[in-house]
């Protein structure tokens, strides 16, 4: 698929599909010019309620009076105070309701009171992410043969510099969020551990950035008691994966990132429940995000170097499997005494933790992981958690997340969460007493990242969605990427 700017005048297009935007109650610029060429046909089927402005409607239109497209496609925007609120929504509905043409111009400048530049890194960012099928598993597909245009383009009052870097921008992104989605979604007997490696170094080797792959025997040099621990119960053998782009400065500190890469959780002898174990596959999604940002900022050749650091297991009961009671060394050389090993993405990214910032030095850490079911019950699934020991850094990713409408929404952090990870045994205990789930989790990684600025991003409400829409969402790769280009301005 051909992602364009279009630029001339609007009624000229020459296309299958012509996306323009009303409000409710009220036209938007583009939508009121097609209106007035084609004498308030439109305005008219609006009045008749075939075309309405509530969020998400479409309405098709062939043969439309007054413009050279084929076919008017009108999209709902809803209030038109709402805003960014109403935008994704409404122009994800616009792009699915357009798959079967073969060429498609959107207008959608006018849409709100938003930066064109912004908008236009959305419209081609969705566009890969709404158009682009993923891989698809079945012999017989039951659905009707996905066809995605041959082209996509935003109409444009002017092609500028910053417009065009902007579009180019958005399809990068987008490519990235549907890597981190394939990986997300494809079976854990296929995404093994060593799948995962060798996924990264084939990205290394063409976007020109360095993989280093763990075993572990390396691992066991390495002293990565907990990470060892988790995978302990599984035939398939562990990796730690290092990527390292330069796009900075030789000797200027990288920022790290790193991801939880279970690639299925049973939840180990602490068994979980048999109903829904099938979406454990998605536990290793805070891994894919890190795997797709690093991907992606290498692609877009950020001037800035970045560290990404993914630990692959799975979790498994079994004879050799770590039991209840435990007691496991760190990398750091802390203990930890395990009282539940459904509590393993916390012991994978202690070791990922402690071995990053003592190998590395970085200015900052963000780690993402779909950590707690906790986080769900707080959060659902609209807003990612995120806990940090440093304000700069939380404000920063707010802002990204705002920026990138991949959203989190700041948890506490404090002395009495780390109180209740006390152990009679070991220095801490991989679970603390009833409640507050998601902060006792934070509060124990934060106990192996020292003075370094860390954040970390429960994803476990956002990285998937369940359901008929089952599937891979892969966030939290936006906000990744938002916050990494603003790292560079």
Known sequence: MKLTLAAGKLLSQKTDALIVGIYRGKLTKS???VDKASKNALSALIKEGDATGCLGTVGILPNFPGIAAKRLVVVGLGKEEDGV???QKALSSALKAVYFVKTAVISCTDWFDLSPEWIAEQVSCTAIDVLEKS????SNPDRPAWK??????????EKTPELTTAFAEGAVIGKGIKLAKE????PANLCTPKYMAEQCMKLGSSLKFDVTVFEEKALNKLKMGCFLGVAAGSKQPAYMIVMEYNGGQKKESPVALVGKGLTFDAGGISLKPAKGMDEMKYDMSGAASIVAAMATAASLKLPINIVGVIGCTENLPSGSA????DILCSYSGKTVEVLNTDAEGRLVLCDLLSYTIDKFKPILVVDAATLTGACVVALGHEYTGLFSNNEELALELLQAGENSLDKCW???????????LKSRFADLANIGAPGAGACTAAAFLQEFVGKTPWAHLDIAGTAWSSGEEKGSTGRPVPLLISFLKDLTQ
């Open 31 to 33: 939508a009121e010019a």
């Open 85 to 87: 609120l109403n935008f």
């Open 135 to 138: 891989v698809d598993y079945k």
């Open 148 to 157: 995605q245009p041959k082209s996509v383009s935003l109409f444009v009052e």
């Open 183 to 186: 990986l997300g979604d494809a």
């Open 322 to 325: 770590v039991k209840p009671g």
């Open 410 to 420: 700041r948890l506490p952090l404090g002395r009495a969460y780390t109180k209740a």
